[in-house]
């Protein structure tokens, strides 16, 4: 901690025989929390390779001293603007080492709330809504180019709206897929996976074309449980393919293919029908 932030500190426990333990306490986990950025660290980060500049992507720029953190520092010939290697990046002005966002990557994948984030790293929730908006700025396009081959299965998840914000009707909560949860589409093949959220309630066929359209693969095997929507892209992915050599094979999800006569040659290209196949059992 700095001055300002220790007399802040002392203020608060002023008056008391344990204020001395209570600011030597918070003060070291603050401090452990907001540890400097470590040489391993600098050095990693003046590793990393410097093609163009960030700000007018001109090639002409040459190396203008350090920051007082260790950082190189570049002064671009073009525009006359300096960055360093970390400048345009999720990381760009951070004053908090690395490794700190790293531990908030970590929060967030383990479903951790703003709130308790906050709590665990001795941040503001301002911080935190501000990191989120960076992360979610940094993923932003990353699922564009990912399309799907192979065995695909495709399912929607929901999630409830916030409370304030629920409906009732005469009181109580609405029940079931209502407009109080959020639609999120996925699909994945093994290897990879994509989700869209796709408006609240049940999918319609024009959410489920928009979503699932450009990201499945030709040729694939179409899983899923049945829902009426999925139905809708079977016809659009199969004509916009041209031929049955295009087409799709779609199985219910829970059902599977037979043995036998019913197994078809994965190599031969089946014709999409509107209605999914039936393996009868026994």
């Not at 220790?6 to 600011?23: I, M, N, T």
Request: hydrophobic letters at 30%; aromatic letters at 10%; one cysteine or more.
């Amino acid at each position: 901690m700095n001055k300002k932030q220790l007399a802040v500190l002392r203020d608060r426990f002023s008056g008391r025989r344990s204020a001395d333990l209570f600011v030597s306490t918070l003060s070291s986990w603050y401090d452990e929390k907001h540890g400097r950025k470590s040489k391993e660290e600098i050095d990693f980060i003046n590793s990393l390779s410097e093609n163009e500049c960030p700000y007018c992507h001109g090639h002409h720029f040459v190396h203008d001293g350090r920051r007082k953190d260790g950082r190189l520092v570049y002064l671009c010939r073009d525009c006359g603007r300096k960055f360093n290697p970390l400048s345009g990046t999720l990381f760009d002005s951070a004053k908090i080492p690395i490794s700190e966002w790293i531990e908030y990557i970590l929060h967030l994948t383990e479903y951790h709330s703003i709130k308790s984030s906050a709590n665990d790293n001795r941040n503001a929730r301002t911080i935190g809504r501000y990191w989120l908006s960076k992360a979610f700025s940094a993923l932003r396009g990353y699922q564009d180019d990912v399309v799907l081959k192979g065995s695909v299965y495709i399912d929607e998840t929901y999630v409830p709206e916030l409370k304030g914000d629920r409906a009732t009707c005469d009181g109580k909560r609405k029940r079931g897929l209502s407009r109080d949860q959020y639609c999120i589409m996925t699909g994945t093949d093994g290897d990879c996976c994509f989700a869209f959220m796709e408006g609240k309630g049940k999918p319609s066929a024009n959410k489920a074309r928009k979503a699932y359209m450009t990201h499945i693969g030709v040729g694939s095997t179409l899983i899923h449980d049945g829902e009426k929507s999925q139905f809708a892209i079977v016809g659009p992915l199969s004509s916009e393919r041209g031929s049955a050599s295009h087409g799709f094979n779609l199985w219910p999800s829970g059902q599977g293919q037979s043995d036998g006569a019913d197994q078809q040659d994965p190599q031969v290209p089946q014709k999409v029908s509107e209605k999914p196949r039936r393996v009868l059992k026994g």
